[in-house]
């Protein structure tokens, strides 16, 4: 491949490998260091409803023998890697008997769908947003609305979402408050549903535009200063290239490099969901699994959610690398 | 050029907003069951991560979201207010005179919502599932082992326990809803040959989960659950009672309070779980139809599980009865209610519920002289410190032998009202003169120190059950329940026992060998809760408010003070006489 060689692909690889073995074992290791277990946990889910669990000495062996919480830590940790070989990542403990693979599966397509959505309007907003700013023929008055704009970007995303939902879901009554389609429809692939699925995401999805347009403006504001300065610039313009043709071939294109690593990085990170986000809505996605995997210490879960997370955001990283020098000539690795 | 890009943001802009108008339209025709027929219900979570799973064999699993609320009826429904069991899928359970035999009669009729009869032999096999689950993980099984030696049919309506031990609770703690839910049968022709532990009980090709109820499950997903009324449902063909008027049930997940307050002031939400005083108070000032318990303070309704501050006794600063002694008296309990709970509860003087049909036994105890004060005493609180030989130091803080008197209280950290409580008792010690301190944790971290006795104090209900008979809450606090530090225990968390426990512990379990209602409870209560009153391993606080609002604008004669046919608990299984008791507010 152009500018990479098979020794740098290899030791890249290598470190690909490295990264998740490390984070894997980091996150089976935290849970563990916390005082409780994940079945301690239910019990007292079970007491707080019911107020007493008689003979919970007994329910609680019988689950830890269950699922190997009574063997030694290094025979859990090497079941435990090699159930990741395998990618199994076994039962939930606190929702047994159901799959991890199965909490997951069901939250993470409603996450991509919204984030996924929700980062790449926001990449594509603020990118926009950030070259503007800095283009020389952009109106005086966008220049000065943009940085007012970007006051939003101060607030939680929490914040946001309460006045959004107030104002839109509560007092004009627009979209709905709560949930990821209508109470009482029935969820399956129809015009209806697909039109409610828009409708219920479109509060979360702008809660989370609002407040995240702005790191993509000012690092892209930031960069398209720098190009601005180049000397290449002030030779295109004495060329007398047109504007529109400068700010996109020569201004963009340079600048928009590390915003695209960030991206790539961000959307890694995309599956872990935005948890006030979708506990504003009562949205269904994977950071409402992740903290409640979190709060009932349930290992299986958090590890599972962590490690896809990892591998994600991991192959983000490794696959941006290798197509760098593709996107900029500049760049080779170990090429000589 | 100019104009046209401006008429062209104009119309986007248009565009954007009309779209949602649009889909509000359309959402509204994919409704088959118009809102005036509906019930909506707030399930009390960040949502059900396993909303197909339907096995409650498997502790922990979800029956709030409508399961055991309109499918899976009950037995019998214990009616806190008229303190009696009333019959439902049963009609009577009576024990013989040693009460170790108990006999259950069915009603006539009943069946499942596939159409085959639900009988005794659902409720033997149910049971023997139980019985046979070696490894005790199931929910109730080490219960039923503990209690039952064989369970057998009679003919199909009638079921004979024969039981380890006597027990005159046995209706009552496990088939009656005595708290939250009840042992629910399992369908013998669906369960049979399944493996309870893995088994889902949910197909909707097989049309599972099933129940006897009146509601079948329409839909199920993390944030909402869909339940249609069974327009064959038993009951109304058997006479047990004529159709519920709500044709379609919703449990949904509402999330914050905030949220709670936006659906319900917009009519979107009929019944919310718990919330606090300036939220009903938000809500009523946009919707005058929503009601609370009580119509004015304190508005809550009491949860069974009054709170408490409980001592580690084996502390080795407070297993001195006398120090703890001195905390009951510095507390001022209406203090707390006036600053934590905004007047929204009132105080207790001992460690039951104030029911109805608690009354004979806080009244023995009250007369005894053994009830705690509802006010502080600081004074003959410093007074008993000082006795045991503190003295205050320069800030103000009690000190012995260079060591201040220290007492850190464990609450869990998951609800706003645990933590504001316990603050503001930390602030009344401190003031008094002891260096208090909160320490908020997680329920996992809870239940492992509580269990294994690292801790000083916690603010809790580890002593909650009793709700119409004293045996309950007082046997928690057992002598047999004690393991030394560090060990598991499943009840008597602060390990109390000293000679004074034995003899309370003596007293009861006399009192638990005695059918319920026997003359002579009271007097025992009186006189075991004696050693509760002299050696202190409880701090009795204040009674559990439950602010549940209702809307009556689509639904009317929810449960009230004034209208006490239930308590107003849409989260545990007695909702379904709730459902039988609503009525349409706009008849069609």
């Given at each position: ?336 | ?73 009950p037995l019998f429904i214990l009616n806190y207010e008229t303190g009696k069991i009333d019959p439902y899928?049963g009609t009577a359970f009576t024990p ?72 005159p609770r046995?209706q009552l703690d496990?088939f009656s809803v005595r708290i939250?839910?009840g ?121 069974p ?50 029911y109805p049909g608690m009354n004979p ?105 009793s709700v119409s008979e ?45 059918p319920l209602g026997d ?40 449960p009230?003070?004034?209208?006490a046919y239930i308590v ?5 299984q007695n909702?379904f006489v709730?459902?039988f ?8």
């Open positions: 491949m152009r500018g990479i060689t098979l020794n740098y692909f290899l030791r890249r690889l290598g470190i690909f490998f490295l990264t998740i073995w490390i984070a894997g074992t980091i996150i089976w290791l935290i849970p563990h260091l916390a005082p409780g277990d994940p079945i301690s946990a239910m019990v007292a889910r079970l007491a707080s409803r019911s107020g007493f669990v008689e003979n919970s000495a007994e329910i609680i062996q019988g689950w830890k023998e269950r699922f190997g919480l009574n063997d030694s830590l290094p025979v859990q940790y090497v079941r435990y890697l090699g159930n990741l070989v395998h990618l199994d990542f076994g039962y939930s403990m606190a929702n047994f008997p159901t799959p991890v693979s199965e909490l997951i599966n069901q939250a993470l397509p409603w996450t991509i769908g919204l984030l996924l959505i929700a980062t790449m309007i926001t990449f594509v907003l603020g990118n926009f947003l950030g070259a503007i700013m800095v283009w020389r023929r952009t109106p005086r008055m966008i220049k000065y609305l943009i940085p007012v704009g970007m006051m939003f970007t101060s607030l939680p995303s929490i914040l946001a979402a309460l006045f959004l939902a107030y104002v839109f879901s509560f007092l004009l009554n627009w979209f709905p408050l709560i949930g990821s389609y209508d109470m009482g429809m029935k969820p399956g692939l129809n015009g209806p549903f697909i039109l409610s699925v828009i409708q219920h995401g479109t509060l979360p999805a702008l809660s989370i535009v609002i407040v995240s347009f702005g790191y993509w403006t000012l690092g892209m504001r930031g960069m398209m200063i720098t190009v601005e300065g180049e000397d290449y610039m002030s030779l295109a313009r004495a060329k007398g290239l047109g504007p529109f043709y400068m700010l996109y071939r020569y201004m963009v294109r340079n600048a928009i490099l590390p915003q695209i690593t960030a991206f790539a990085i961000t959307l890694g990170t995309l599956i872990s969901g935005q948890v006030l986000v979708e506990y504003a809505f009562s949205y269904q996605g994977m950071g409402t699994v992740i903290y409640n995997a979190i709060l009932n210490q349930d290992y299986p879960v958090i590890q599972g959610t962590s490690f896809i997370l990892i591998v994600v955001t991991a192959l983000a990283v490794l696959i941006i690398d290798l197509i760098y020098p593709l996107i900029d000539p500049r760049i080779s690795y170990g090429a000589k | 050029m100019k104009s046209r890009f401006k008429h062209l943001g104009l119309g986007i802009m248009l565009s954007l907003f009309a779209l949602p108008l649009a889909l509000n339209v359309v959402s509204a025709q994919t409704a088959d069951v118009p809102r005036e027929d509906t019930v909506i219900f707030d399930i009390d979570a960040t949502s059900i991560a396993s909303p197909t799973n339907f096995n409650d064999l498997v502790p922990g699993t979800n029956k709030n979201q409508g399961a055991h609320q309109a499918m899976w009826e899928l013989n005179d040693k009460q170790d035999v108990w006999t259950l009669k069915l009603h006539d009729g009943i069946k499942w919502s596939d159409g085959v009869a639900f009988t005794s032999d659902d409720v033997v096999f149910t049971i023997q599932l139980l019985l046979d689950d070696k490894t005790k993980t199931l929910d109730n099984a080490a219960n039923m082992q503990h209690w039952v030696k064989s369970v057998k049919k009679i003919d199909d309506t009638t079921v004979e326990f024969d039981l380890n031990l006597p027990n046995f496990y939250w839910g042992l629910t049968i399992k369908p013998k022709h669906i369960w049979e040959g399944q493996d309870p532990t893995t088994f889902t009980f949910y197909d909707t090709a097989k049309g599972w989960p099933i129940g006897t109820g009146p509601y079948k499950l329409t839909s199920a997903s993390p944030e909402q659950f869909v339940w249609d009324e069974d327009p064959n449902w038993w009951g109304a063909a058997a006479g047990f009672h004529a159709l519920p008027e709500p044709k379609r049930l919703i449990w949904v997940v509402a999330g914050s309070e905030t949220n709670k307050a936006l659906l319900m002031s917009n009519h979107q939400l009929d019944s919310a779980m718990n919330i606090t005083l300036g939220t009903l108070q938000a809500v009523q000032a946009k919707n005058p139809n929503a009601v609370a318990w009580v119509k004015d303070a304190p508005y809550s309704f009491a949860d599980c009054p709170r408490e501050l409980e001592f580690n006794t084996e502390d080795p600063v407070w297993k001195d009865a006398n120090l703890r002694k001195a905390v009951s008296l510095i507390i001022d309990r209406n203090q707390n209610i006036a600053i934590a709970y905004q007047g929204t509860t009132t105080p207790s003087t001992t460690m039951f519920v104030s036994f806080i009244d023995a105890i009250t007369k005894a002289g053994e009830a705690n004060d509802v006010v502080a005493h600081v004074e003959d609180g410093q007074k008993l410190i000082e006795a045991a030989g503190y003295a205050k130091n320069g800030s103000g803080i009690y000190e012995k032998d260079g060591k201040t008197l220290d007492v850190a209280i464990m609450v869990g950290n998951d609800t706003q009202e645990y933590v504001l409580s316990t603050n503001e008792i930390v602030e009344q010690l401190q003031q008094a003169g002891i260096n208090a301190s909160s320490n908020p944790v997680n329920g996992a971290t809870g239940q492992n120190a509580r269990q294994t006795g690292n801790y000083q104090a916690e603010w809790a209900w580890n002593t909650c059950g004293p045996w309950n809450s007082m046997n928690q606090l057992n002598v047999s329940y004690y393991k030394p530090a560090g060990e598991i225990a499943t009840a008597n968390y602060g390990r109390w026992n000293t000679d004074g426990a034995k003899a309370y512990s003596a007293i009861v379990d006399k009192m638990g060998s005695l003359a002579s409870i009271p007097d025992l209560v009186a006189q075991a809760y004696k050693y509760i009153a002299d050696e202190t391993p409880i701090i009795p606080l204040v009674q559990a408010e439950k602010i549940v609002p209702f809307d009556t604008t689509y639904w009317t004669n929810w009230t003070s004034d209208n107003p608990t849409t989260w545990w909702t709730i459902l008791n609503l009525h349409k507010a706009k008849p069609a």
